[in-house]
């Protein structure tokens, strides 16, 4: 694929060669329609926009976050159920539909960041529903179902970033659990799995990188 820096180099020989003569105006179009340089500049506006995006996405987030802290002990259970669904729910439709139906290339981005940041609350949503039905456990189960989570995801959405994130989670889930090996129940479910998960991991993340080579 031929760099954004060629593109914006050849276009500045291209205008100079055919003031000088050296091209025709026909091969000069032609240059301009192969290479897309009439983009160039849309492209960088493009960029400069995502940039602000995630500033912004940023700022909203953390004045989310903020807010969120600030009453979680005055609003009710059931609220708080609704509150982390919709937050959920919401990023992750909003991601598919600029991932599936991008207008522009940064559109696509953002998608696929907003996808991520769906993916990255599906393991907040966990742990904040656990605290408030008071379900406890080794913090490894955590990680390991968040992976389970995740790759379910990145197998229907076929994203090779969701079955990189599988993977960082499983890898924290088995540093943890080797930390806390000796305190852990030896008939434990999970236990068994968690020492199994190399051979989960191959079985099933290898089949995902085979699929993630398209999108659909």
Same mark, same amino acid.
């Given at each position: 694929?031929?760099?954004?820096?060629?593109?914006?180099? @050849?276009?500045?020989?291209?205008?100079?060669?055919? =003031?000088?003569?050296? *091209?025709?105006?026909?091969?000069?179009?032609? &240059?301009? /329609?192969?290479?897309? &340089?009439?983009?160039?500049?849309?492209?960088?506006?493009?960029?400069?926009?995502?940039?602000?995006?995630?500033?912004? =996405?940023?700022?909203?987030?953390?004045?989310?976050?903020?807010?969120?802290?600030?009453?979680?002990?005055?609003?009710?259970? /059931?609220?708080?159920? *609704?509150?982390?669904?919709? *937050?959920?729910?919401?990023?992750? =439709?909003?991601?598919?539909?600029?991932?599936?139906?991008?207008?522009?290339?940064?559109?696509?981005?953002?998608?696929?960041?907003?996808?991520?940041?769906?993916?990255?609350?599906?393991?907040?949503?966990?742990?904040?529903?656990?605290?408030?039905?008071?379900?406890?456990?080794?913090?490894?189960?955590?990680?390991?179902?968040? $992976?389970?989570?995740?790759?379910?995801?990145?197998? =229907? @959405?076929?994203?090779? &970033?969701? $079955?990189? &994130?599988?993977?960082?989670?499983?890898?924290?889930?088995?540093?943890?659990?080797?930390?806390?090996?000796?305190?852990?129940?030896?008939?434990?479910?999970?236990?068994?799995?968690? /020492?199994?998960?190399?051979? *989960?991991?191959?079985?099933?993340?290898?089949?995902?990188?085979?699929?993630?080579?398209?999108?659909?």
């Amino acid at each position: 694929m031929v760099s954004e820096k060629f593109r914006h180099q @050849l276009r500045h020989e291209a205008n100079q060669w055919r =003031s000088e003569g050296r *091209i025709d105006a026909q091969f000069h179009t032609y &240059l301009v /329609e192969h290479y897309a &340089l009439n983009e160039l500049d849309s492209a960088a506006r493009n960029r400069f926009i995502l940039v602000l995006l995630g500033l912004g =996405s940023i700022l909203l987030g953390l004045a989310v976050i903020t807010f969120v802290a600030a009453n979680w002990q005055a609003w009710t259970r /059931e609220f708080k159920v *609704i509150l982390l669904l919709a *937050i959920f729910i919401a990023v992750n =439709s909003a991601g598919f539909y600029f991932w599936r139906y991008p207008r522009q290339q940064w559109q696509s981005r953002l998608g696929q960041g907003l996808l991520l940041l769906g993916s990255l609350l599906l393991g907040a949503n966990m742990a904040l529903m656990s605290q408030m039905f008071h379900q406890s456990g080794p913090i490894y189960q955590l990680y390991l179902v968040w $992976g389970f989570g995740v790759l379910a995801m990145a197998y =229907s @959405l076929r994203l090779t &970033l969701l $079955g990189m &994130l599988t993977g960082i989670l499983w890898a924290i889930a088995l540093w943890v659990y080797q930390i806390d090996y000796f305190f852990l129940a030896n008939d434990s479910f999970w236990r068994i799995a968690i /020492e199994h998960l190399p051979l *989960i991991a191959t079985i099933s993340l290898i089949p995902l990188a085979y699929f993630c080579q398209s999108r659909w």
